[in-house]
């Protein structure tokens, strides 16, 4: 693989994994729902790039799942769901931003540290797609941590899969099948997560999950 | 090298250095102009900055009664600290006589320096207004500065040099391709610069408010020559991180060693329409966004940190396959 192609798929990771720093750092819904189609964006820009040097067209076809389901329908359902609970201009209260952020960059270190050695023997792109993939997905369930807004959560489930796409579009042979299992699995997940929000909505007049640590049962 | 080629680089030496010092205020005047025309304001006129220098060098100084030497000596000391670190970084050319000290280590220590005899001088009279102004600059600067180190070195990993002239010519070469950590890099300059500089999301430089104050709350003190000179300081600094964005990022047409009179003209245009280009950018930039609130601008330098360490372990991650 030559220079140009190795340092368009490097940026576009690298992208990948600072829209996710993105995400730690954004407090306000909207905005957070933006980043995360732009999260998506990114992501299909990828995968069509993969498909593009790797002369695999069915990964265009992922790219135009990415596209479609990730970067434009959910953000949409999500910002309208966000809007209709009246939450749209709630500013969440995170603790520490900074301590998270470094946090995450541990988390980055820790997974070059951990895949560069191991996939010692891949091509130099694969490579750094897992390890960017990998800080990605860990990113995600950092958010998903440190998160207390049941809406943030799924945006940080939502990266998390972006992760591992990223991850399993970099690895030469994926079947398109897996990948649209994955692409539908995760749609379900969506909407169970979204009939859960308006549940907890219902049940509690907030989407923080913070009451549910001290919820002991006995509502209604 | 020969007599007459040393003094021409002498010579061209100088040339920058005035250059850096006649433009300063204008590109503030400019930035205030772009501001106030988005506003729809009028504004002042473009020249604004320099009739205010004139207004205040000719006025009469108003000392504290408590004020120590440090007080007076201050200004003289900030002024040429930055006038030194603006006439260090490459402008329209790369090679000049001293661009051997031209290293962003070293201007980054003599912008502090420069801070740190701001925020003393700011606390000599003990007023309160001097103690909240340098204990927040203090506090900023302690988060700018391990950003400036990760820019620092992501930058000199990339181009294996410290040396903002070496640096200029590598990145102009073009050999160095698409790295996506220098994009981050600038982003982490423009964060650091905008906390340096006092600009809007950290602070505001046209506010007077106590609440929000940094900058303006140490030099309230300063009236007359002492005033003018902080002010001449804050606008090379401007210059100066603008100039450094140009030269490491965009050296586009800038003037390698050795090259003849007509390619300074053409550097010298070039950068003249970056600083314009800039200040432009600074000025929408500032319209667009509201001032962070003083206990958010850590998250917001935070970031730039994260930023520029984030760039370097890209780039360990590149130059490791």
Known sequence: ?220 | MNEPASLWLLLVQFAQMSLVICLAPLLTGLVRKVKARLQRRRGPPLLQPYRDLRRLMLKQVVLAENASWLFRVVPYLMLSITWVAAALVPTFATGLMFNWTGDLIAIAGLLGAARFAQALAALDIGTSFGGIGSSREVMFASLAEPATMMIILCVALVAGSTQLSTIADHMANGAVGLRVSLALALIALIIVALAENARIPVDNPATHLELTMVHEAMVLEYSGRHLAMIDLAAFLKLLLYLSLIGCIFFPFGIAQAGAGPEYYLIGLAFYVMKLMLGGVLLGVFEMSIAKLRVFRVPNFLGAGFMLGLLGVLLLYVSRGM
């Open chain 1, 1 to 220: 693989m030559n220079g140009i192609a190795f340092d368009i798929s490097h940026m576009l990771a690298g992208f990948l994994v600072l829209l996710s720093f993105l995400m730690l750092y954004q407090v306000r819904l909207l905005p957070l729902l933006n980043v995360l189609a732009a999260h998506a964006f990114v992501l299909a820009m990828s995968v069509a790039w993969q498909a593009h040097t790797q002369d695999a067209p069915h990964l265009y076809i992922t790219a135009a799942i990415a596209l479609g389901f990730k970067a434009i329908l959910v953000p949409m359902v999500l910002r309208r769901m966000v809007v209709r609970m009246g939450i749209h201009r709630e500013i969440e209260t995170v603790v520490g931003i900074g301590l998270t952020m470094l946090a995450g960059m541990a988390l980055v270190a820790l997974s070059l540290e951990v895949m560069l050695p191991l996939t010692a023997k891949a091509e130099p792109v694969v490579r750094e797609d897992i390890a960017l993939a990998l800080s990605v997905v860990l990113i995600g369930l950092l958010m998903m941590v440190t998160r207390r807004n049941a809406v943030s959560q799924v945006v940080g489930f939502m990266s998390l899969e972006n992760g591992i796409n990223l991850a399993a579009t970099g690895a030469r042979g994926m079947p398109l099948v897996v990948e649209i299992s994955v692409a539908f699995s995760v749609l379900i997940a969506f909407i169970v997560i979204g009939i859960f929000l308006f549940r907890i909505r219902e049940q509690f007049d907030t989407v923080d999950v913070g009451v549910l640590d001290t919820f002991r049962g006995g509502l209604r």
